[in-house]
Each structure stands twice: as structure tokens, then as C-alpha cells.
């Protein structure tokens, strides 16, 4: 599910294909060597002068210098063919589309902050670390970082490209097939750099469209008394000073859009599946669960902790 021999991508097909070159070259290389080492360690000695040292004939010795030319000149150009293959895909890659769907990313410490913008604010959807995208559609991300630098990579659709704090860096791709592809942070990036994952999913078009229309709907207000305790609970207990839950009081932007939360498939940025067991206790120690994670253990009784995970759980 996270892998670059597996491209999902015309941008990601590129890459790989320049691999297999590349590996495909030096494999014939490495038992091209292998055969002349080979070859030359079976040749018959040359007669030892007096000084100790082998002496060959000049000419054996301009025949081995002609070998040396030609490995050397051979060697530069297969480096300037692989140059010119590198720099031709790069320069495709480096492409910033006309027309594409923008979603902007922003790397935080240990999360990816999701954004697709629109005109009215309305129908803006936030989300983290599940990056929803059509299939067949050029998408372009735009990238920023929120506190140090982090780099993004889905190895089977393209990438990798650095988020810079103060720089917005975009890159692109084209998902050719569907599925769900994992990405990393592949920027050391602090303590829990290793469990800053996301997804992609790559779906069709007409379902993207369903899925983005429902994001900026939020989910109606509870009715039932455990979730309005449940919502009482992360509106005064802390929850609410760091996320935003579409259709409530809170919206704050430290931590992840909570809105649609239970839709996701991972929490803690792909560090856990997203079950109710696994809830409770990242509620209870994030830290326990990610050293270092910025968000804080809430002092709750198992009533409120209830409350609060029953009415988490209905956030579809
Ligand atoms: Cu973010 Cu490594």
C-alpha cells in the first residue's frame, strides 16, 4: 500500500521508470566489471624486474591503457544519457499546471493539515491526514509549514517535495488508478517524525465530488443526552481550544479538523485505526501512545471520558 514499484501516477510511472533504467544499466554494469576483474585476475603473470615489480609489454600495456580509455569514456556517457533522462522528467514534474484542483497542505508537528479551498467560505472542507482526490484530475498541492521544515511523499503517486516554513512550494499529479496510498513525512522533522503519515485516497470523480459536498456539511447537533454531555465535555474541558468541529462554537486551528472525523481511517496521523479502544486511549496519554505529541492528557472521569468519545464517534 506504500510502495514505489507500484505506481498509481503518469508522474510516479515516470520515476519508476527511470529506476528500472537505472537499475536495469547497472546491473548490466556491475556484471560487466564483475566479468573483466574476473577475466584479468586469470591472466598469466607478467615477468618480475629485478626492482620486484611485474613488467608487461608495451604492447599489452597500450592494449589495457585503450580497455581503460573506453570504460572511462563509456562511463560518461552513460552518465550524460541518465543527466539528460533525469532532467527531462524533472522538468515535467517541476510543471505547474494551468488548471488544476488546489489543496493546501500544511505540515505541523506530527500532523498534515488539509484544506480544499473555494470561493465561499461556506463550502471550504478541512480535514487531516487523508487527502481525498479524483481519479483521471490534475491535482496540485500547495505546501507550507506550519513550524519546521517537513517534506511529503506518496510513493505511489509522485513527490517527494520539501513544506518550508515562510515558502509555499506546490506539487502535482494525476491519480490514474483508485485506491488508498499511504504517505510519510520524509523530512526529519522532531521526535515523532516517523509516525507523521497520511493517505491518499484516490476515488472516482463522481464520488470525490460527493465526498467534498458532504465535508462542508456539518453533522447535525446532538440530541441525545450522553452526546450533549459528550459535546459539553470537549467544548469545556479543553478539546475545544486547540480543534474545530464544523457547526459549533469550536474553531480553533492548533490541532485537526474534527468535523468530519470519524469518516477518516486513522487518528494521531496514521499512528492508530480510528475504533472507539483506540480513542479512549489517545484521549487519555497522547503521550504515552507519541512521545512528544503537542496534544496534552485531559484529566476526565470515565463518564465524561464516555461522553466525550460517544459524541467523537458520531462525527461521520
Ligand atoms: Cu514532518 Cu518529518
Not at 560518461?76 to 510543471?95: E, N, P, R
Not at 499511504?182 to 522533522?189: P, S, V
Not at 460527493?210 to 456539518?218: E, F, N, R, T, Y
Request: hydrophobic content about 45%; proline content about 7%.
Amino acid at each position: 500500500m506504500h510502495s514505489f514499484f507500484d505506481p498509481a501516477s503518469p508522474q510516479a510511472r515516470a520515476v519508476a521508470g527511470l529506476w528500472w533504467w537505472m537499475f536495469g544499466v547497472g546491473m548490466v554494469i556491475w556484471f560487466g566489471v564483475f566479468a573483466v576483474a574476473m577475466y584479468a585476475a586469470r591472466q598469466p603473470h607478467g615477468q618480475r624486474g629485478p626492482d620486484d615489480l611485474e613488467h608487461v609489454s608495451p604492447e599489452r600495456h597500450r592494449r589495457m591503457e585503450r580497455v581503460v580509455a573506453g570504460a572511462v569514456f563509456a562511463t560518461i556517457l552513460i552518465l550524460c544519457a541518465f543527466l539528460v533522462y533525469d532532467f527531462s522528467i524533472g522538468s515535467v514534474l517541476a510543471m505547474h499546471p494551468k488548471r488544476a484542483l488546489t489543496i493546501d497542505v500544511v505540515g505541523h508537528q506530527w500532523w498534515w493539515e488539509i484544506t480544499y479551498e473555494d470561493p465561499n467560505p461556506s463550502k471550504r472542507v478541512g480535514t487531516a491526514n487523508e487527502i481525498h482526490v479524483p481519479v483521471g484530475e490534475l491535482v496540485q498541492f500547495k505546501l507550507r509549514a506550519a513550524d519546521v521544515i517537513h517534506s511529503i511523499w506518496a510513493p505511489n503517486l509522485g513527490g517527494k517535495k520539501d513544506l518550508i516554513p515562510g515558502y509555499v512550494s506546490t506539487l502535482w499529479f494525476k491519480a490514474d488508478t483508485a485506491g488508498v496510498y499511504r504517505g510519510q513525512c520524509t523530512e526529519f522533522c522532531g521526535m515523532q517524525h516517523a509516525q507523521m503519515a497520511f493517505y491518499i485516497v484516490a476515488e472516482p470523480p463522481v464520488k470525490f465530488a460527493g465526498w467534498l459536498a458532504a465535508g462542508s456539511i456539518p453533522n447535525p447537533p446532538p440530541t441525545d443526552s450522553l452526546l450533549l454531555h459528550g459535546r459539553d465535555v470537549f467544548m469545556q474541558r479543553g478539546c475545544a481550544s486547540c480543534h474545530s468541529i464544523g457547526g459549533t462554537d469550536a474553531r480553533a486551528t492548533v490541532g485537526p479538523d474534527l468535523t468530519h472525523f470519524k469518516g477518516r481511517a486513522a487518528i494521531a496521523a496514521g499512528s492508530l485505526s480510528n475504533t472507539r479502544a483506540n480513542l479512549t486511549r489517545w484521549i487519555q496519554n497522547p503521550s504515552a501512545l507519541k512521545p512528544g505529541v503537542r496534544m496534552p492528557a485531559l484529566e476526565l472521569s470515565p463518564g465524561e471520558m464516555n461522553a466525550l468519545v460517544s459524541y467523537l464517534e458520531t462525527l461521520k
